[in-house]
């Protein structure tokens, strides 16, 4: 049976809409299906049909959200667009946290400045409630104009911080040195956006200028993937870090855009360095 050119070509273009609608769907997880608003009010917004998310922040309040499900190792991939102009005071968080004294958590969280200076995006990894393991870096982009993917893959033996897809940041699992490492407790998803002016900015010298609220930033194509327990039993993937261009790109980072790191701070570690600051 024929078709004419005109049913042909709505055929055609309803194959195409499904397909991709299929693949908007499998890379970008809906916010309404995978996040709870969890304060802030009217502040959090999803629209654009669940692919869009924003955060604003108002002298009155902050805003944030988390995820329904929690994740015990993975993938975790999120689009971020960061306040734009003078963000100075601000701190938009996106991290990975468990609950409790004890809890485990990995972060990314962008440090706000004024017009026309760098972001600073500083991690963290706790691990059995403890952290104070930072290394900040300035961005080879401006974070304002653009989406940029901020992605968290998270093994057994290493957690990868990436920046549209450059790592940025290895944390090895160093328990053979007697260091805790975040593997027993699924977490959860978190992003805030606060008022933090009392240490944000270069340590809470400058305040948020509060005439350029309310200050918003953006979400979009939340991606999740959980690692199956066929690949933990393979001893050559859990150890898998990064191939040669990553170490390449990793170097690249560190070695142009790394302003802080807690191994290197002789003034805080005067007694010696955390002991994963070793090479191993």
Known sequence: MGFSHSEFSRMLFITLFVIMN???????????????????????????GGQLLSLSLDKASGSGF??????????IDMQLKLVVGNSAGTVTSYYLSSQGPTHDEIDFEFLGNVTGEPYILHTNVYSQGKGDREQQFYLWFDPTKNFHTYSIIWKPQHIIFLVDKTPIRVFKNAESLGVPF????????????YNADDWATRGGLVKTDWSKAPFTAYYRNFYAKKFSKSQFSDAKWQNQELDAYGRRRLRWVQRNFMIYNYCTDYKRFPQGFPPECRKF
Not at 66 to 75: A, D, I, N, P, Q
Request: net charge positive; aromatic share 18%.
């Open 66 to 75: 988390l995820s329904k499900k929690e994740y015990l190792f993975g993938r």
């Open 182 to 193: 975040p593997k027993n407790q699924p977490m959860r998803i978190y992003s805030s956006l």
């Open 22 to 48: 299929c693949c908007m769907v499998s890379y970008g997880g809906n916010f309404y299906q995978e996040f709870d608003l969890n304060w802030g009010g009217n502040r959090a917004k999803i629209f654009n």
